[in-house]
């Protein structure tokens, strides 16, 4: 019974592909988030989602855009995909500051 | 800019051992400090917390110290067992609290335990 689901879990795709990544948390918890780790492994944050309503974005390209359908579901749709895309994308979710729950990540390689 | 370091890639320990990880970061203003375990082909998964007003926090096996004015902190794992192998991620954050704040991590440490 995963907690957060997140698919697919792997995805190649060509350059300039518009793809999407869906995820879904079973918690109940009212804060999502999209994680990129890249080549050098490191984790960072992308977009939180509160209550549908977008609370962090970093300096992330706007071909990336965060979908909210409702409170459980956090999709990353990416636009016009570039080689440097290439990554490990997680979702997260979370509930009044309690540390975040993590899915199993989607391994996105652009060829 | 590395807001969270952790300098060791790798670290082996033998099985029964401590194991020890390390983590320094830069930011004054990160006042909650996580620590994450990963395995492969998983999302990492919430282990132990401290937060800026303490120095030390226990949960069983696993122990997060805090040097504040030092900004550094570590997890020890005792005894350390096989299923501890795993990548350790520090994370921190500004807020008072695990995650809504967004998450700083570190690049992890590959622990590998040896029998």
């Known amino acids: 019974d995963t907690a957060v689901s997140q698919t697919p879990k792997y995805l190649v795709t060509q350059m300039g592909n518009d793809k999407s990544i869906k995820c879904e948390q079973n918690l109940g918890h009212d804060t999502m988030y999209w994680y990129k780790q890249d080549s050098k492994k490191f984790l960072k944050i992308m977009f939180s989602y509160n209550n549908k309503e977008l609370i962090i974005n970093e300096t992330v390209p706007n071909r990336f855009s965060p979908k909210s359908p409702d409170k459980a579901h956090l999709n990353l749709h990416i636009n016009s995909l570039e080689l440097g895309d290439s990554a490990v994308y997680f979702c997260?979710?979370?509930?009044?500051?309690?540390?975040?729950?993590f899915g199993n990540g989607t391994r996105l390689t652009v060829t | 800019d590395q807001q969270v370091k952790q300098n060791s890639p790798s670290l082996s320990v033998q099985e029964g051992r401590i194991s020890i990880l390390n983590c320094d970061y830069t930011n004054s203003m990160f006042d909650y400090f996580l620590w994450y375990k990963k395995y492969p082909a998983e999302g990492p998964t919430f282990l132990i917390s401290?937060?800026?007003?303490?120095d030390k926090n226990e949960d069983g096996r696993f122990t997060v110290f805090l040097n504040k004015s030092a900004k550094h902190l570590s997890l020890h794992i005792v005894p350390s067992q096989p299923g501890d192998s795993a990548v350790y991620f520090c994370a921190a954050t500004p807020g008072t609290g695990g995650g809504a704040d967004g998450l700083t991590f570190g690049k992890g440490t590959h622990l590998i335990i040896q029998p």
């Open positions: 997260a979710s979370s509930e009044d500051n309690s540390p975040l729950h």
């Open positions: 401290i937060s800026s007003i303490k």
